[in-house]
């Protein structure tokens, strides 16, 4: 139980937070990566708040033994640059752009009634939907395979 509240804070802190800082809005994050048109660079500090936070409060959290709420950390080992990761990155970076949402502030403005961020959540959970099915797939396959 004190996982799911402390979930739902976070999430919470993380909308509000979307929210003032206008990452909510299309049309601002779109200006924001119209680095050749009439760029906006306000999100900048959005970026350099959250990376100073990161910064700052990762190496004072890391040090503890274990998480307040869990059992150990959930720290991402690789550190290789594969081509999955590079295309999977065009894919997201494209998707941002020409929606103008990112998945989180995306999911929020869900709550906007805006036809626009309903379309790109729904786009987008059809999208990872796919995705799923079309890995779980290639995992019958290649098991399938390797039976013979």
């Not at 307040?68 to 752009?97: A, E, N, Q, Y």
């Not at 989180?104 to 805006?114: C, E, F, N, Q, W």
Request: proline fraction near 5%; charged fraction near 15%; aromatic fraction near 12%.
């Amino acid at each position: 139980m004190k996982i799911a509240v402390s979930s739902f804070i976070s999430g919470l802190l993380f909308a509000i937070g979307l929210g003032i800082a206008g990452m909510l809005n299309a049309n601002k994050v779109i200006g924001f990566l119209d680095i050749g048109g009439h760029w906006d660079p306000s999100l900048t500090f959005v970026i350099a708040g959250a990376i100073a936070v990161h910064f700052v409060f990762y190496r004072y959290i890391i040090r503890r033994r274990s998480p307040i709420f869990g059992k150990h950390f959930h720290i991402p080992t690789r550190r290789d640059v594969t081509p999955r990761l590079l295309i999977d990155s065009t894919i997201f970076g494209i998707g941002w752009g020409l929606g103008g949402y990112c998945p989180g502030p995306g999911i929020v403005a869900i709550t906007s009634g805006a036809l626009p961020a309903i379309v790109f959540s729904s786009s987008m959970f059809l999208g990872m939907s796919g995705f799923q099915w079309l890995e779980r797939l290639h995992v019958l396959r290649r098991d399938g395979a390797e039976r013979c």
